[in-house]
Nanobody, 126 residues
Framework: QLQVVESGGGLVQPGGSLRLSCAAS????????IGWFRQAPGKEREGVSC????????HYADSVKGRFTISRDKAKNTVYLQMNSLRPEDTAIYYC???????????????????WGQGTQVTVSS
């Protein structure tokens, strides 16, 4: 069973930054597309940013373009989400997910992803 674990969430002020990490348990992430998703209270889960297994293709939701960056560190078997210029509307539980499917240029939609972490809370508040 594939397992991923998120970390790095916390409480930050608007305009601040956080870096989320997604680590694999018992397997290498090199062969999987990885996505970051988030869900705010009362809202549907939405794709934030996704990256292909090679790292050559990425996707960003319009709401985070220019502020968030997804990256792979294959040596550390970890995928990161660097979040800058955070806004209160970024507050949500953030989930890391993996899929062995071909997502086609890191297509970032929930149904394509099979293996989900437990989530890490990000709160942006003044």
């Amino acid at each position: 069973q594939l397992q991923v674990v998120e970390s790095g969430g916390g409480l930050v002020q608007p305009g601040g930054s956080l870096r989320l990490s997604c680590a694999a348990s018992g397997f290498t992430l090199d062969y999987y597309d990885i996505g970051w998703f988030r869900q705010a209270p009362g809202k549907e889960r939405e794709g934030v940013s996704c990256i292909s297994s090679s790292g050559g293709s990425t996707h960003y939701a319009d709401s985070v373009k220019g502020r968030f960056t997804i990256s792979r560190d294959k040596a550390k078997n970890t995928v990161y989400l660097q979040m800058n210029s955070l806004r209160p509307e970024d507050t949500a539980i953030y989930y890391c997910a993996a899929t062995a499917r071909d997502t086609i240029q890191a297509m970032c939609v929930v149904p394509l992803y099979d293996y989900w972490g437990q989530g890490t809370q990000v709160t942006v508040s003044s």
